[in-house]
């Protein structure tokens, strides 16, 4: 099965691999599988599967991610645009899902 690629997305998603304990935190949440353990260190498995909900930054422990939520997510950019307001999905409140 292909999966899709958002593409030119994920571009400002970073991680500060001196920062990381590997705890697996990002890669639990991601619903894309776009990151992955390599040798104990959260690494980008495929940047264009990113939709840059902020899901991994929200839950890392050690603030070792950073990506600009909301910019790649085809939901929160329709959302900003119907709302006249900056892009939001609206799926994080209460949950430990989107910032
Ligand atoms: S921003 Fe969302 S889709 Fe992108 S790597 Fe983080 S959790 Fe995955
Ligand atoms: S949640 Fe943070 S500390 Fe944990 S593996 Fe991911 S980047 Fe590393």
Redesign the pocket.
């Known amino acids: 099965m292909t999966e899709f690629g958002y593409i030119k997305n994920g571009e400002t998603l970073s991680?500060r691999i001196e920062?990381?304990?590997?705890?697996?935190?990002?890669?639990e949440v991601c619903p894309h599988a776009v990151?992955e353990?390599r040798e104990s260190?959260?690494t980008i498995r495929d940047r264009t599967l990113c939709m840059e909900c902020g899901a991994?930054a929200l839950?890392?422990?050690?603030d070792?991610?950073s990506v600009s939520v909301g910019v790649g997510c085809a939901a929160a950019i329709i959302r900003g645009k119907l709302s006249g307001g900056p892009p939001s999905c609206d799926c994080g409140s209460g949950s430990s899902c989107c910032g």
């Open positions: 991680i920062a990381c304990t590997g705890c697996g935190a990002c890669i990151l353990l260190k959260a991994c839950n890392c422990p050690m070792a991610i």
